[in-house]
């Protein structure tokens, strides 16, 4: 699977961006999926996954009601959707892809990884 990121950008804090992850090379709804971030100087961090339907979501306690996941598993796209974004959201988003949820979430020898996209939330 090749993933690929896009739609980071430069916003004010307090508001919003949509992330994007296209895949290809193989059967996208055989995987979960999330998004991963990484900070200056910090470690990557679990940010958000979805299970294999797009029925379940997984989030960071840090992100709770502000960031939403989802996924179009015919478009073979998944989303993460950033509202009341803050200037601590600042980073690099990775996104991600495995045959299990949990490997995802807890970043467990994780199958796929996409290059980043940067983030840049001003205060």
């Known amino acids: 699977v090749q993933l690929q990121a896009s739609g980071g950008g430069l916003v004010q804090a307090g508001g919003s961006l949509t992330l994007s992850c296209a895949a290809s090379g193989r059967t996208f709804n055989d995987y979960a999926l999330g998004w991963h971030r990484q900070a200056p100087g910090n470690e990557r961090e679990f940010v958000a996954a979805i299970d294999l339907s797009g029925s379940v979501p997984y989030y960071a306690e840090s992100v709770k009601g502000r960031f939403t996941i989802s996924r179009d598993n015919a478009k073979n796209t998944m989303y993460l959707r950033m509202n009341n974004l803050k200037p601590e959201d600042t980073a690099v988003y990775y996104c991600?892809?495995?045959?299990?949820?949990?490997?995802?979430?807890?970043?467990?020898?994780?199958?796929?990884w996409g290059p980043g996209t940067q983030v840049t939330v001003s205060s």
């Open positions: 991600a892809a495995d045959p299990y949820v949990v490997a995802v979430i807890q970043n467990i020898g994780v199958k796929y």
